[in-house]
């Protein structure tokens, strides 16, 4: 950090030349760590859908034996797609992917203040990718106990294939990724609190800042605390404690005499990350969906002020819930009835924000450009996901649905496709900031074939995972590897269900496929896409700021009229739409005066 | 029966316990309601899109507030009859008078122990437990308890007669889920939990595994066959009679 003042913040000198002279892929620079990131996030995306689609043939068609193309059983798959979309999509696109090539416009800034934390941290991330997927190529596989890695099952090799040398790799992957996370979230809050240029007041700040602020936030916290819970699972597994093994467990003909542990440490231990962490996954595409509604609407986010604090109360309670996951894992009946009641007072700010996105875009005859339908989408996807939210808050009605599809369909529905459809519209509306460079102007994609994407995908969303609900309620359970073949009554309960399962299946391959018409949108725009003018949405977020329009040299001795000396102020707050005269009239924050002139850069 | 009516569409198994009546109704209501708040939601939203553009001043108290202190009662109320339930069902243990059984999970079985004719359960120790040899929980048959315990691989129990279960699990974390008794409770192992319900309709139902627990999860269940009580204690004395014939 730079030691100078607030009003002369860092961003208004110019940067000293990097000292290092690395080569391009090891570089600093804010925007190409941001551009890794989103590779990073797409590898991984098509990684986990591949796998996703292989469980859903797997339970339904258990006699096709995929496992001679994919490696691992049913399990360790499933364990790779859930730690995989969570960790390495969810968490790594929004926060980091779009928070390096975003965030530091969006606040004036010039630059991310750690620089070098934030090189590391894009490779520690890499490597942590790395490690995790070469958990497969081990003899006995990835390790089979899910994102979650309960103890005993994940403490002692003998408890399933790939519970040795896979789960190591496993922890060693997630270590890994939480001190990458903890130290990209010091530089996104640093970055927030320091970087902010002249005028950029809280209170002026996008939404979206506000999401990354929340995320990074609840990271530190959350992070820190699985890094720890790791730490113990590892001494655990080589060390001869017994953090988490209780006292004389006969696992696989082994006796574990050494034991004095308990289980339910780590289920507190990981849900106190887990919980924050789909959070962290949101928060960005809740501040986003804000911003897009608005500036789509053009109008100025309903309730603005309201939104902040229900970003920060969400944060807040986030923190406090994750007792909902244990509501039948022999905690007190008394500390479930209270980790009930937190649980369903989130609802309450969530409510908010959808009744603040329902009131943003009343009766405003938005342009349907493909980023605000993913935006729209986002809002009905949160709406559906959400709304089962409050029943599974219920212990009693927990009871009875814990570890059911219905709860595979809501957090599918409110964390996956919701985290998905705002990486979408964030894709689509910041497709020009993310293939710009310092000589050539940024592209935009495809609107039509973004259009046939939404419809698609939004049809497909919910062909897969509402049905989930109904077969949830029947009672099919998660983690099973098939549903025929099965003995006894639940043989019965589960082979009854199979024809809505088929039907699952087949709408999880059309919602696979329809990605195809993105990645072919993705691939053709990069290089073929329509250049895009210097504000294509009309935003008025710094992010859109031309680079030499309205800015004044800085009054200090320089004779260097280098774009970087030039002093960024924001003088307004986002969303400054005059929409009584013109849709395309509005203020944007870098404006130094209110002007009613319509722009010449239309976006079609 | 309007319970039938207003449940077929959301798929549930017929309940056959006491305590699943209340817990059924109260899914039910809250089912219907998320699904009108979701056509309700979905209505604003599209009607929103489609309706003239205005752009007359709103009142946040009206749009934001009102609606949310609406909801924010309705999740309230929800809630507070949720705990009710939840309190008789968890707050208290079973009537001392109710049928003791022990239940244990292992990769990838359950085994279901009753006490015998002297109502208590012999001392059980995890080095001994060998399904080979036909003791999978481990009875000390050293201790006096241990000559009238028996073992089954199905759970029997009588109707409309409160079962206190002790659930065990011997290696990892196992999920102990009866859908038609609306019951689940995840078991962890060296943490031994009681709970209790009273099944009411004889037939059998299907006992599952909802905890991960391995390669074999999937496959990892059991029949809980609910008699009437003359059945029952007809097939208890059996069971009973046999046991004492397998010791002597």
């Known amino acids: 950090m730079t030691p100078t003042p607030r009003h002369q913040s860092s961003t208004t000198s110019p940067l000293p030349p990097n000292p290092y002279t690395l080569p391009p892929l090891f570089t600093t620079d804010h925007h190409t760590i941001g551009r890794l990131y989103l590779l990073l996030a797409l590898f991984s995306v098509i990684i986990g859908t591949t796998l996703s689609l292989h469980m859903r043939l797997h339970l339904i068609w ?35 992917g779009f928070g390096n090539l975003i965030l530091p416009a969006q606040i004036g800034s010039r630059r991310m203040a750690l620089p070098l934390v934030n090189a590391f941290s894009f490779w520690l991330t890499a490597l942590s990718l790395l490690v995790l997927c070469s958990s497969a190529f081990t003899e006995a596989g990835s390790p089979l106990s899910g994102w979650t890695a309960y103890p005993p099952l994940s403490a002692v090799a003998s408890a399933g294939p790939g519970q040795g040398l896979g789960m190591d790799l496993w922890l060693a992957s997630i270590a890994l990724f939480a001190i990458a996370s903890t130290m990209s979230s010091i530089n996104t809050l640093v970055t927030i609190i320091r970087l902010r240029c002249e005028g950029m007041t809280w209170d002026r700040l996008p939404l979206t ?59 507190h231990l990981f849900w106190f990350f887990g919980h924050p962490e789909v959070y962290i996954a949101i928060l960005p595409g809740m501040g986003l969906t804000s911003m897009l509604l608005a500036n789509f609407a053009r109008r100025r986010v309903f309730a603005y002020r309201t939104m902040i604090v229900t970003t920060l109360l969400i944060g807040f309670l986030g923190i406090l819930v994750w007792g909902h996951h244990m509501f039948i894992s022999g905690l007190s009946p008394y500390a479930i009835s209270a980790f009930s009641v937190s649980t369903i007072a989130i609802g309450i700010p969530a409510t908010a924000k959808v009744l603040s996105w329902l009131a943003t875009i009343w009766r405003s005859r938005p342009q349907y450009t493909t980023a605000m339908l993913f935006s729209l989408g986002f809002v009905s996807l949160f709406i559906t996901g959400g709304l089962t939210g409050p029943i599974l808050a219920q212990p009693i009605l927990d009871q009875y649905l814990h ?102 299946t087949a709408a999880a391959i059309f919602l696979a496929s329809a990605q195809l018409l993105f990645l072919v949108n993705l691939v053709r725009s990069l290089r073929h896409g329509q250049l895009a003018p210097t504000n294509p949405w009309q935003a008025t977020t710094m992010e859109w700021r031309p680079a030499l329009k309205n800015i004044s040299p800085i009054h200090e001795t320089n004779s260097r009229a280098d774009v970087s000396d030039l002093k960024i102020v924001v003088y307004r707050s986002p969303c400054e739409y005059h929409s009584s005269l013109h849709p395309s009239s509005f203020t944007p924050q870098w404006e130094p005066e209110i002007t009613l002139n319509t722009t010449d850069d239309d976006p079609e | ?97 109710a049928l003791q059984v022990e239940v244990t999970a292992m990769q990838f079985a359950w085994y279901f122990r009753y006490p015998g004719t002297d109502a208590t359960f012999a001392i059980t120790r995890p080095q001994l437990a060998d399904p080979a040899t036909g003791n999978p929980v481990g009875i000390d048959p050293s201790d006096p308890h241990a000559a009238d315990d028996f073992v089954t691989t199905e759970l029997v129990l009588p ?41 009411t309709t004889p037939g059998t139902y299907a006992i599952l595994c909802t905890q991960l627990c391995g ?20 097939w208890l004395a059996a069971m009973q009679s046999a046991q004492k014939a397998a010791q002597s």
């Open chain 2, 1 to 97: 029966m309007a319970l039938h009516f207003i449940a077929e569409p959301w798929h549930l198994p017929a309940n056959a316990s006491i305590h699943g009546l209340a817990l059924d109704h109260h899914l039910l209501l809250n089912l219907w309601i998320v699904a009108a708040l979701f056509a309700l939601s979905h209505l604003i939203l599209l009607l929103g899109l489609v309706l003239r553009r205005t752009s007359a001043p709103r009142n946040t108290w009206r749009v934001e507030y009102l609606p949310l202190a609406a909801i924010t009662f309705l999740f309230i109320a929800l809630a507070a009859q949720a705990e009710r339930l939840w309190a008789d069902a968890r707050y208290t243990g079973a009537d001392p008078g």
């Open chain 1, 209 to 267: 800042v506000w999401g990354w602020f929340t995320a990074a936030l609840l990271s530190i916290l959350a992070f820190s605390v699985l890094l720890a819970a790791l730490l113990l699972l590892f001494c655990d597994r080589h060390a001869g404690t017994s953090f988490f093994l209780p006292a004389n467990d006969l696992v696989n003909g082994t006796l574990h005499t050494s034991g004095s542990g308990s289980p339910l440490l780590w289920l």
């Open chain 1, 62 to 96: 258990p006699g096709l034996n995929i496992e001679r193309i994919l490696p691992g059983s049913y399990l360790a798959i499933m364990t790779v797609h859930g730690t995989i979309m969570l960790f390495f999509v969810l968490t790594t696109a929004p926060q980091s």
């Open chain 2, 159 to 199: 109707a409309h007669r409160e079962v206190d279960l002790t659930l065990h699990a011997q290696d990892v974390l196992h999920g102990f889920s009866i859908p038609q008794m609306r019951l689940q409770q995840t078991i962890l192992p060296g943490q031994p939990i009681h709970v209790h319900f009273t099944p």
């Open chain 1, 403 to 504: 570890n059911t599809f219905f709860v595979v369909a809501h957090f599918h529905l409110i964390m996956a496709m919701a985290g998905v459809f705002a990486l979408f519209a964030a894709t689509y509306y910041w497709f020009p900031q993310i293939t710009r460079s310092a000589t050539c102007p940024g592209r935009l994609m495809s609107e039509t074939l973004g259009r046939w994407h939404f419809a698609t995908t939004l049809l497909g969303a919910y062909a897969t995972f509402l049905p989930m609900h109904l077969t949830g309620l029947a009672g099919e359970p998660r983690h099973y590897a098939q549903l025929s073949g099965v003995p006894n009554a639940a043989g019965h309960l589960l082979a009854d269900l199979l024809p809505l399962n088929r039907f699952i």
């Open chain 2, 215 to 234: 390669t074999g999860h999937f496959r990892m269940n059991a029949n809980l066959r609910v008699l009437s009580p003359a059945d029952f204690y007809a």
